[in-house]
């Protein structure tokens, strides 16, 4: 198993730009997040989905938007890149809560600059 | 609002002593508290979780508590090593708002074992 695979590893986008990230879990799990983690701070949570087709906001949503088609991805879409989104955004993906296990595994993350 | 709080930013400690963390909450009634592992540029790492009914949790040299009176956690790495150097995130799961239940993350704590 892959995990948690997360693409690109870095980007460096202008302002006013837009750009996707990736992120797919070989796991079959069925919750799927995103977090931005900004330094010397915790983890945000940005979304999450419950399966394929439900997803809802977590406590910093704004500015992003995602889709869940596939039980496999879960794309995270910036659609007017602001300096405010420079941050290491992760990907994780766990077993819904209330399972035996409820871990989350993490992807590496992507390191986004807005410049 | 809800918070999470992880006693401190650093923690240094001679090796073979045992480390403790803390995490303390306000404002929460979590389901269930994890915790979790980071080394630098890299995604978090589960180590254990404790639910609310549970008092404590081994595994290996780590053992967890959870105090639902006192809104704590403690976390014990005994004959800590110069490996265990890293950050270790305090994770709660429990209701966000009306109808959400999300994983929400404290800041963390650096843990730093001298030789």
């Known amino acids: 198993n892959a995990g948690v695979t997360q693409t690109p590893k870095f980007r460096i986008l202008k302002i006013g730009q837009s750009m996707t990230l990736q992120c797919a879990q070989d796991?079959?799990?069925?919750?799927m997040y995103w977090y931005r983690q900004d330094p010397g701070m915790g983890l945000k949570l940005i979304y999450y989905s419950v399966g394929a087709g439900i997803t809802d906001k977590g406590e910093v949503p704004n500015g992003y938007n995602v889709s869940r088609s596939t039980t496999e991805d879960f794309p995270l879409r910036l659609e007017l890149a602001a300096p405010s989104q420079t941050s290491v955004y992760f990907c994780?993906?766990?077993?819904?809560?209330?399972?035996?296990?409820?871990?989350?595994?993490f992807g590496q993350g992507t390191r986004l600059t807005v410049v | 609002s809800q918070k999470i709080e992880q006693n401190s930013e650093a923690l240094n400690i001679q090796e073979g002593k045992t480390a403790t963390l803390t995490c303390n909450y306000t404002n929460y009634s979590p389901a269930y508290l994890q915790w979790y592992r980071q080394d630098p540029g890299r995604g978090p790492v589960f180590l254990l979780l404790i639910r609310e009914n549970e008092k404590e949790k081994r595994k290996e040299r780590l053992k967890v508590t959870f105090d639902t009176t006192l809104k704590q956690s403690l976390f014990h790495i005994t004959a800590s090593q110069p490996a265990d150097s890293a950050t270790y995130l305090c994770a709660l799961f429990g209701l966000f708002r009306a109808g959400s239940y999300q994983l929400t993350f404290g800041k963390g704590t650096k843990l730093s074992v001298i030789p």
């Open positions: 994780a993906s766990s077993y819904p809560w209330g399972s035996e296990n409820t871990e989350a595994f």
């Open positions: 796991m079959n799990h069925n919750y």
